[in-house]
């Protein structure tokens, strides 16, 4: 265990030495979350009846959404673990008394928490001072922080167990280009990055919400706002779990017949 | 002791001609063609010797390095590392070995290399103090002490190898695979790479398995020779039996290989 942590150390720290990247992030994040509300704004002032959360929890969801964008999206890729797979580098971790897998998920899970950490707080002070209902709504019970927070933690799990699927197909297809592109714009479509699930046809969000990728940043950010409640927390709690499991097993299998039958190319 | 024992690995290679035409055809039907990479390998390598495996490119020397390290699965034979097998017990053989390859990086990219190698110590579970024992004996046989806090990507080519070789001996390995280690290298650091595995063997044991092309490793530290061709095992020798082959009375020892190679048609 001591080694994965040092591994999640190494790579966290080597992540929060690349400060421009950081700011200009969160830039970005500062405009889009305004301007996502705004629009929606729009949306509400015409129909307000036929909006399908509260405003104030929409506008919640968004800036959590921002903040935490690096710890759920799925195109927050690490490049560098596909290179190491296609070019054949991986042939040096293979020597290491090590599980693949388990070294590349503490790897994974530190990558995106170094990313968010220098983010998030910026943009979560910001969000807070903003005037209500368009800045971040707290809620007053504590039962809610920690089922967000708990909530969090399984997404950030899911996240990281889906994207090493996607790492470990690296070791069957040469270019991985492609299977990047559909899972990301698929992903982002379907996880309610793009808009929250609550806003398409009821028939579609409810089977949408069954589908994996709702258990990454569509549970814990509605919990917050207190857009799920009672029941439907429980649900969608159980269904993070189901598939950060299912994801779980997905990738440790294919690690183990990867393995089996890597070829390192180019000497 | 290493043992290999009739070991085969077939690999499987798509084959196209060059152009547009082919391509196309290629896209409906693939050629396949099946390289034979090692063939009815055996040799055995006993605790403490220095061997040399040579041969020309494509022999097949890497693709044995890799499945003694356990990287790799041949399709058929048996192998032993220290009782172990390789890729079946892979986490607990690699522990006991070291690997270099000489055309892979094994250093954090953008942290300075001690944080590489504090990584590696953490790894491989190698107690504190043993480990800053083995750093500063390292530190100052591959004289590394300028460059420990300097990012990997800032290294010049044969700074990067000594701190390459320096990594993958800190948990005090009793087998090291070298697969070209002195590849790119200028003279002094040749020079001093294998001083330092010479007396890495001399002082602590180490069984050393080194592939090259540059025969003056060969010279300078194997006292056998294994040459490997087209995935079959030629010879296995001192340097004396490879200057049996030698051309003319001043042939250099690169003069002297390549006719070895004419005489077994590799």
Known sequence: ?267 | MIQVEHINKTFTVYRRNAGFNEAVKALFHRQKEYIHALQDISFTIGDGEMVGYIGPNGAGKSSTIKILSGILTPDSGACSVNDRIPWKDRKSHVKDIGVVFGQRSQLWWDVPILDSYELLSEIYEVPKNQYHQTLEELTDLLNLDQILHTPARQLSLGQRMRCEIAASLLHNPKVLFLDEPTIGLDAVSKLAVRDFIRRQNKLHKTTVLLTTHDMQDIEALADRVLLIGKGRLLLDGSLEDLKLHKPGKHATLDETVAALYRDYRI
């Not at chain 1, 305004?34 to 704004?41: Q, T």
């Not at chain 1, 959360?53 to 596909?82: G, K």
């Not at chain 1, 070294?103 to 998030?120: N, Q, T, V, Y």
């Not at chain 1, 439907?232 to 997905?250: D, G, K, R």
């Open chain 1, 1 to 267: 265990m001591k080694k994965y942590i040092s591994f999640f150390r190494i790579r966290f720290t080597n992540g929060l030495q690349y400060r421009t990247a950081a700011l200009s992030g969160m830039v970005t994040q500062f405009f889009w979350g305004a301007m996502e509300i705004l629009l929606f704004k729009a949306f509400y002032e015409a129909a307000p009846e036929q909006f399908p959360m509260e405003f104030s929890a929409l506008a919640t969801y968004v800036w959590l959404q921002q903040a935490f964008l690096t710890l759920y999206l799925a195109w927050v890729w690490e490049n560098e673990l596909f290179q190491t797979i296609t070019t054949g580098d991986v042939a040096y971790e293979l020597c290491r008394p090590v599980s693949l897998y388990n070294m590349w998920f503490a790897r994974g899970l530190a990558f995106r928490l170094s990313k968010a950490s220098l983010r998030c707080m910026p943009v979560l002070i910001f969000a807070w001072f903003l005037p209500a209902p368009y800045g971040l709504t707290l809620p007053h019970d504590i039962s809610t922080w920690l089922l967000t927070i708990l909530s969090m933690v399984l997404g950030l799990l899911f996240v990281t167990a889906f994207g090493m699927v996607v790492y470990l197909s690296a070791f069957y297809t040469i270019s991985t280009q492609g299977t990047k592109l559909v899972i990301s714009s698929l992903s982002e479509f379907l996880s309610g990055a793009v808009i929250p699930l609550p806003f398409l046809p009821p028939k579609l969000g409810r089977i949408f919400s069954l589908l994996p990728f709702a258990s990454a940043q569509n549970v814990p950010f509605r919990i917050f706002g207190g857009d799920l409640k009672g029941d439907a927390i429980v649900t969608s709690l159980a269904l993070q779990v189901f598939w950060f499991l299912m994801f779980l097993m997905i990738g440790r299998m294919m690690e183990r017949h990867a393995l089996k039958r890597v070829v390192v190319q180019g000497g």
